[in-house]
Nanobody
Framework: VQLQASGGGLVRAGDSLRLSCAASGRTFSYYAMAWFRQAPGKEREFVASISYSGGGTYYAGSVKGRFSISRDNAKNTVYLQKNSLQPEDTAVYYC?????????????????WGQGTLVTVSS
């Protein structure tokens, strides 16, 4: 599975933004998918994950209630809708896939990674 993230950019605090991650390969719908992010000078951290069917989701506490993960298996795409963005949300956002379940937050659980898309939130 190859992943291609897009949708990043420069926004203001309070704005919304939707990231997309397009996957190649017919096995996309078999796997749980996730978004991670890496802020400058920090470790890459888990943001959100979604089950293979889309029926289950899990969020990091810092984004719960503001971000929403979804997927369209017919389009081989997973999305991250981000609302009420704050400067601390500034990071490179990576999509990841290949996990057997959506409850995993560890990077090592996901064998497939996209190249990342930069989101910058100005105050």
């Amino acid at each position: 599975v190859q992943l291609q993230a897009s949708g990043g950019g420069l926004v203001r605090a309070g704005d919304s933004l939707r990231l997309s991650c397009a996957a190649s390969g017919r096995t996309f719908s078999y796997y749980a998918m996730a978004w991670f992010r890496q802020a400058p000078g920090k470790e890459r951290e888990f943001v959100a994950s979604i089950s293979y069917s889309g029926g289950g989701t899990y969020y990091a506490g810092s984004v719960k209630g503001r971000f929403s993960i979804s997927r369209d298996n017919a389009k081989n795409t997973v999305y991250l809708q981000k609302n009420s963005l704050q400067p601390e949300d500034t990071a490179v956002y990576y999509c990841a896939g290949g996990a057997s379940s959506y409850g995993f937050t560890s990077r090592s659980t996901y064998p497939y990674w996209g190249q990342g898309t930069l989101v910058t939130v100005s105050s």
